[in-house]
């Protein structure tokens, strides 16, 4: 063989492995998050309205990332969307999240980012004869994202428990149907509907206790003796080990847009009126987020609480030492719970 085709077959093989080494390490330029309803999801409005991610991956060297948001009811769709590709970063409730560190730890391995915030759930009725959760018959309906798998579901169940007693946690499952929040409130102040309780979250829980007739019968702070997240952010260990520049200005921007909650409420509050197209006056979403009770934060808190009491009443199998267990290892440095 001549010199020169030594060097020709060379090149050729060194052109395929620079080719197939850029491939390998090229990072997707399409990223889908998703969000559901409601100013739980005020951190994503606000990286969705400034535009963050695409500016932090732009800064990063990764050139023009299109960026999609998606809005899902609940948790279980945006789950299926994570387990199927379709969706990189959910935002939902610590049950759901939960459930899908479970079910993905020996393939997709989904953990969470960060916390996103941590705010009361109310259980609020307009039957003025129940007062408590033994009031309830089965002339009532309790509406919630979802039936036995949603965090309000689950939160339910804890109080049921504390209620009437250890073995009956699943007491009150046969009242509940699954309602978007939205459609849960407006099934709750409608005389018409047989539902005539709702277990959601901000805004809509306080909105209704606006309506004279809407008590509250359970506040989640108060089932577990501490605050909770309602929200935390998760995707793939997968994607992650894939896309760390994409990933880590995920992260910049998630950072971003808590940081600036945290410190412009009156904008963050006029981001998510224009964002979720709500008509709620600025002045009542302004009120929500300078509740003391209310906090935008990326610290974990009462995950262990939820977890536990999924894993001892068999709705998870695996049971993690710890949170930072179920948590991306950026979010270690924090003192979690």
Request: net charge neutral; aromatic share 8%; with cysteine.
């Amino acid at each position: 063989m001549t010199r020169n085709r030594i060097t020709f077959r060379l090149f050729c093989v060194a052109t395929l492995l620079f080719g197939l080494a850029a491939r390998a390490s090229a990072e997707v330029h399409e990223v889908s998050l998703a969000q559901q309803f409601g100013i739980g999801s005020l951190t994503f409005m606000v990286m969705e309205d400034q535009k963050l991610l695409e500016k932090q991956a732009a800064a990063a060297g990764l050139g023009e990332v299109k960026v999609n948001w998606v809005r899902f009811p609940g948790g279980a769709a945006m789950n299926d969307a994570i387990i199927s590709g379709d969706l990189q970063f959910a935002l939902g409730g610590v049950a759901p999240f939960a459930t899908l560190w479970s079910k993905t730890r020996s393939n997709l391995g989904v953990k969470a980012v960060y916390a996103v915030n941590s705010m009361p759930m109310l259980l609020n009725t307009r039957n003025p004869q129940v007062k408590t959760l033994k009031d309830f018959t089965d002339k009532d309906k309790i509406a919630l994202p979802g039936v036995k798998v949603s965090i309000q579901a689950v939160i339910l169940q804890m109080a049921a428990g504390q209620a009437f007693g250890p073995g009956h946690e699943h007491e009150l499952d046969r009242l509940t149907v699954t309602r978007s929040h939205a459609d849960g409130m407006a099934a709750l102040l409608s005389n018409a509907s047989e539902i005539d309780s709702h277990f959601t979250s901000p805004p809509y829980s306080y909105e209704e206790l606006e309506h004279p007739g809407i008590h509250t019968v359970l506040n989640s702070y108060d089932v577990l003796g501490s605050p909770l997240n309602l929200n935390v952010i998760y995707t793939t260990t997968r994607f992650r080990d894939a896309n760390p520049k994409i990933y880590a200005a995920c992260l910049r921007a998630f950072e971003q847009a808590t940081a600036f909650i945290q410190n412009n409420k009156k904008a963050a509050a006029e981001i998510y009126l224009k964002v979720s197209k709500d008509k709620t006056p600025v002045e009542e979403v302004l009120k929500i987020l300078d509740n003391p009770q209310v906090s935008f934060t990326l610290t974990p808190q009462g995950t262990m609480k939820i977890v536990d009491f999924m894993y001892s009443s068999g709705m998870l199998k695996v049971k993690p030492p710890s949170w930072q267990e179920m948590y991306m290892p950026e979010a270690h440095r924090l003192p979690g719970g």
